[in-house]
């Protein structure tokens, strides 16, 4: 899967390099995210975090295809023993999106799918150590060698550009669980984002 990605990413910045209409920003915003799976047993709720990088676009024959870099904010906040505990990942995250742009003049809807492919960077979650009825919490433990080094999955969304100026919503579902145990946990993203155009 990794090599695939690193082969999709190259063919889309040669694609960059041989066409004309091209143009290059920033991108940053919110994240309100949670882990997906066989979790029923765990009371979850979102997780603020932010999003931030780079993108390049490409026209294409009325499509365009839209490669970014992220450092994004992931994890969940959950409740365990009435205490509110929370798990933090950061990767480095690199989406191949496709984007189709419904005809108009000033205000310029559009849809937007693809890949991504992330690098985790640091993962830190709250421990519980319950011993009788007493109850110890660590906060932000280094878990890092117990998770996967490695994320891939789809983002599907829709936004609205007016002139430099863009706005999207997405959704970002992961498919390769985020620990090493098997454990049914997959991350799950929302990303409200607007980005400006160089």
Do not use: C, H, W
Not at 56 to 66: D, Y
Not at 129 to 139: D, L
């Amino acid at each position: 899967m990794k090599k695939l990605f690193l082969i999709l990413l190259l063919v889309s910045f040669l694609s960059i390099a041989g066409f004309s209409q091209i143009s290059m920003g920033i991108t940053g915003g919110l994240n309100m995210s949670k882990f997906n799976g066989d979790l029923d047993d765990i009371d979850q709720s979102f997780k603020m975090g932010i999003a931030g990088g780079a993108f390049a676009e490409v026209g294409l024959l009325g499509l365009s295809v839209a490669p970014e870099a992220l450092f994004v904010m992931k994890g969940s906040k959950m409740e365990m023993y009435g205490e509110d505990l929370e798990s933090k990942l950061t990767y480095l995250e690199v989406p191949i999106l496709a984007r189709y742009y419904f005809p108009s003049i000033l205000i310029k809807p559009f849809i937007t799918a693809g890949p991504y492919y992330s690098i985790l960077l640091s993962a830190k979650e709250d421990d519980v150590e319950v011993n009788g009825t007493s109850i110890n919490i660590k906060r932000d433990v280094d878990v890092k060698n117990s998770m996967e080094s490695q994320d891939f999955g789809l983002k599907i969304g829709a936004g609205v550009k007016i002139k430099k100026l863009t706005a999207m919503v997405r959704y970002s579902m992961g498919l390769k669980a985020t620990n090493k145990s098997g454990e049914d946990m997959k991350n799950g993203t929302i990303e409200l984002m607007a980005a400006f155009t160089f």
